[in-house]
């Protein structure tokens, strides 16, 4: 089986998509053909034999590809690619981009669809829509770029672009003296602004949830430990902190609570894939912090098995492949006899 991996982007989250690439390709590369599927920075799209992160920008290979039906063609010959594998993070990728070029060139696709990848990408969209099901989130206002201060706001708060991950660009204020100048930072990421109250003491807790064989899996749940008083970009790629052994919960009571909120959540966006969603506990309420539809490297270590992660959403991308709809609507009107052009 012709296995794609699409990963890079124009996108803040270029890099950390290369990682989770190169995660994806080390589990499968002796189970299947991979074809590795880079976008570059600026746009470009160039086939590469595998990924070695340390080396990747500057010493790796890269030829130029196209996507055909069903396929890529590399140095004008066709290669078909059985599934996409979505690892593309943030802008034109996660946010639908990838799935819309899988649906466009007829190809099975690992991740979620187009219209609720891009919903998600937008925590303003996402908390409307979570809150109107009555899930917790917290108390949310929207500023936009070149819009006048005019919020009735009480400090502390964090500031937040509205359509990024991985933490870049979120800054705590705590007066309003630096609100303006956090602004700038925050809009220089975004034209749109999350503004929520800082909460200091909290837990924060992961889960990761797949859709197979007519079920809903839930990982463990992680608790995320963070070396500031928010968990950085630091924290998540580069400090010691993501060297530490992971801490996966053992209370059961608060674990039912979030599987049952993790399906619903999942069933209400109509996901497909693995999606990794964030929460905050906060005294004994439970809210929504984020929910990422292409975790980084697919969330694989809350699962017991890796490999058999990547089969199941295989097999399942082939699945709704097969059964999504076919069926073509004819008009007839270009025919009718009274037709005019106007």
Not at 121 to 144: F, R
Not at 280 to 301: A, C, Q, W
Request: proline content about 2%; hydrophobic content about 40%.
């Amino acid at each position: 089986m012709n296995i794609g991996i699409i990963f890079g982007g124009k996108s803040f989250e270029h890099d950390i998509s290369i990682i989770t690439a190169n995660t994806i390709y080390q589990i499968l590369k002796d189970k299947y053909i991979i074809h590795m599927l880079y976008i570059d920075q600026n746009g470009f799209f160039k086939y590469v034999k595998k990924v070695d992160v340390e080396k990747f920008i500057d010493k790796t290979e890269k030829t130029p590809f196209n996507f055909v039906y069903e396929g890529i063609k590399v140095r004008g010959k066709k290669q078909k690619i059985d599934v996409l594998i979505n690892a593309m993070h943030g802008f034109n990728g996660e946010d639908g981009l990838a799935s819309v070029i899988a649906n466009l060139y007829n190809i099975p696709f690992v991740g979620s669809w187009h219209i609720p990848s891009a919903v998600l990408m937008d925590k303003h969209y996402s908390y409307a829509i979570l809150k109107e099901n009555g899930i917790p989130v917290l108390d949310t206002k929207i500023l936009y770029k070149n819009d006048s201060i005019n919020l009735n706001i009480d400090f502390p708060i964090i500031v937040k672009p509205a359509r990024l991950g991985s933490s870049i660009g979120i800054n705590i204020c705590e007066n309003i003296t630096d609100l303006n100048s956090l602004l700038k930072n925050a809009f220089d990421f975004d034209n749109k602004v999350v503004i929520q109250p800082f909460i200091k003491e909290f837990r924060e807790i992961n889960q990761a949830i797949y859709y197979y064989n007519n079920d809903y899996v839930c990982s463990k749940v992680e608790e995320v430990f963070k070396t500031d008083i928010y968990l950085s970009f630091d924290d998540k790629y580069i400090k010691e902190v993501k060297d530490k052994k992971k801490t996966f919960l053992e209370d059961k009571k608060i674990i039912e609570t979030i599987n049952l909120l993790s399906k619903k959540i999942y069933k209400l966006f109509e996901l497909s894939g693995v999606v990794r969603i964030d929460y905050m506990i906060i005294g004994e309420e439970i809210f929504i912090n984020e929910i990422n539809t292409t975790p980084g490297s697919l969330s694989f270590y809350m699962f017991d098995d890796g490999l058999s992660l990547l089969k199941r959403l295989i097999y399942e991308a082939l699945k709704n492949h097969q059964n999504k709809r076919s069926k073509v609507f004819l008009s007839h009107i270009l025919y009718q006899k009274n037709f005019t052009k106007k």
